[in-house]
């Protein structure tokens, strides 16, 4: 099968979906298929990693959203379409024009389409796109519409009022060394510095997990972002300093050995469509702690592999509870790699497959 991937965001932009579209990518090659990726990210120097084709259509892009915004570039999508004679057009997230354009075009020029949501929409996002779906009714341009989570699906729904199939991210769980949970506990998140993201919760709740057990346990926060300066302002006000790590962004082979020797996952974040980094850290051997907000309830089970919080104090109070018990640690930590196997990539590599199938089918029936 002949496969095009396409975003306005790829890589080296750092991010969930970018890494996604990229480890799809590599899947795809893996079983066979061929795969090119159309994107609007620019390379910024050096060459395309890996043996993956990569059209970058980055010549101009609007401020702020990095996205396409010339109707040139329609054409020149347009043009990659018919020369590609793909079998399959996957275009992810709504809130990318590119994705949005590509997927209008393969309705035009008869190609399969599906079209997966990687992000909460929340009110705003809903409000845009069903402004979009008004004005032109693009839900109807893909013969597929799919969501990372059951929460981002329901979302959708209610938007387009049409059904929405699952579509989870893929983690390898061979590939993630396995945390001994030896010693003092450590305290781990990964993220985006950015405000959605919540990286100030973790250095506000550094002193309250503290007053609460008699040793202080480390916490690294690994990542970097627009608010690393506030972060680093709050580490200075509270005083935690000798208690934080921020090694700022990591390559991956170093945040698996980050994960390798922590004892605990921490995700702040309200709104997260299904979390990545929270399925590498289950992979990793360490029972999560999140908000029960948003997707994560799709990857953890409360009290099974980790605790799903339902505020900022309740979330403090699970840190606690398992720095202070190391026996329910170790427990926890036994069954996270069920939890991961759910989401190896072979099982939802063929979840894709299933879908472009029927991508493929609904495109021939309305021929």
């Not at 399959?88 to 590119?98: E, G, Q, W, Y």
């Not at 893929?170 to 949970?181: D, F, I, L, N, T």
């Not at 305290?187 to 100030?200: C, D, N, T, Y």
């Not at 309200?270 to 702690?289: D, H, K, Q, Y």
Request: aromatic letters at 6%; a positive charge; proline letters at 5%.
């Amino acid at each position: 099968m002949r496969v095009c991937l396409i975003s306005d965001w790829y890589l080296p932009r750092q991010g969930g979906m970018e890494l996604h579209i990229h480890h799809l990518a590599l899947e795809l090659q893996r079983a066979g298929h061929e795969v090119e990726i159309v994107c609007a990210t620019p390379l910024r120097g050096g060459s395309e990693s890996d043996e993956i084709t990569v059209h970058r259509l980055s010549d101009s892009l609007l401020p702020i959203l990095q996205s396409i915004w010339k109707l040139r570039t329609v054409r020149t999508v347009e043009h990659l379409l018919r020369m590609g004679r793909y079998d399959v057009v996957h275009c992810h997230t709504a809130f990318s024009p590119l994705s949005l354009v590509a997927a209008a075009l393969a309705r035009k020029l008869g190609i399969p389409c599906l079209l997966t949501e990687h992000s909460v929409l929340g009110t705003d996002g809903r409000w845009v796109l069903s402004a979009v779906e008004f004005l032109c009714g693009w839900s109807c341009w893909p013969d597929v519409l799919s969501a990372v989570s059951n929460f981002v699906a329901n979302e959708l729904r209610r938007v387009c009022g049409r059904p929405i199939e699952l579509l989870p991210n893929g983690v390898r769980p061979e590939e993630w060394k396995q945390s001994s949970q030896d010693g003092s506990p450590i305290v781990v998140s990964v993220m985006r510095l950015r405000p959605r993201k919540r990286p100030l919760d973790v250095v506000r709740a550094i002193p309250l997990v503290h007053q609460h057990l008699q040793s202080r346990p480390h916490f690294i926060l690994v990542g970097d972002g627009p608010e690393r300066a506030k972060v680093e302002r709050v580490v200075d006000q509270l005083g935690v300093r000798d208690y934080l790590e921020l090694p700022g962004w990591q390559p991956r082979q170093q945040v698996k050995e980050i994960l390798s020797r922590a004892s605990i996952f921490v995700l702040p974040t309200r709104n997260e469509a299904l979390s990545i980094a929270t399925m590498e850290a289950l992979a990793s051997g360490l029972p999560a702690v999140a908000m029960n907000h948003g997707g994560v309830g799709d990857v953890l089970t409360h009290g099974q592999d980790g605790f799903l919080a339902h505020d900022f104090d309740d979330w403090v109070g699970h840190i606690v509870r398992l720095c202070r018990d190391h026996a329910l640690r170790r427990r926890m930590a036994a069954v996270t790699h069920e939890t991961a196997a759910r989401f190896a990539w072979p099982r939802v590599l063929d979840r894709h497959l299933e879908l472009y199938d029927l991508a493929r089918w609904r495109c021939r029936q309305r021929q």
